[in-house]
């Protein structure tokens, strides 16, 4: 049974910095993409970025890019999201993602193979 646990979510202050991390087991985590989307309230769950898993390139959406990070560690079976400059947009579920394909700024949640439960962040003005 794949498992993804995020941690890391909490209150912050605009500016401010999170790392969220997700732990994975029950798959090859070495031979998948893992990424993160975010959910708001009232709004549709979308890409946040991603790392693959041969060449560890990253893909990030326009709104994050330069401010998060998206890395993994493949002896922890483990994927981050490091978060920058936060800003009260962010605000959001943070949910970690798993999948056979390559996930880019097009993959849209519903073709996602694997979730996490997800993990609130707050960034307050």
């Known amino acids: 049974q794949v498992q993804l646990v995020e941690s890391g979510g909490g209150l912050v202050q605009a500016g401010d910095s999170l790392r969220l991390s997700c732990a994975a087991s029950?798959?090859?985590?070495?031979?998948?993409?893992m990424g993160w989307f975010r959910q708001a309230p009232g709004k549709e769950r979308e890409f946040v970025g991603s790392?693959?898993?041969?060449?560890?390139?990253?893909y990030y959406t326009d709104s994050v890019k330069g401010r998060f990070t998206v890395s993994r560690d493949n002896a922890k079976n483990t994927v981050y999201l490091q978060m920058n400059s936060l800003k009260p947009e962010d605000t959001a579920i943070y949910y970690c993602?798993?999948?056979?394909?390559?996930?880019?700024?097009?993959?849209?949640?519903?073709?996602?193979?694997?979730w996490g439960q997800g993990t609130q962040v707050n960034v307050s003005s």
């Open positions: 993602a798993a999948d056979k394909f390559l996930m880019t700024q097009t993959k849209r949640a519903v073709d996602v193979y694997y």
């Open positions: 029950g798959l090859t985590f070495n031979s998948h993409a």
């Open positions: 790392i693959d898993w041969i060449t560890s390139n990253t």
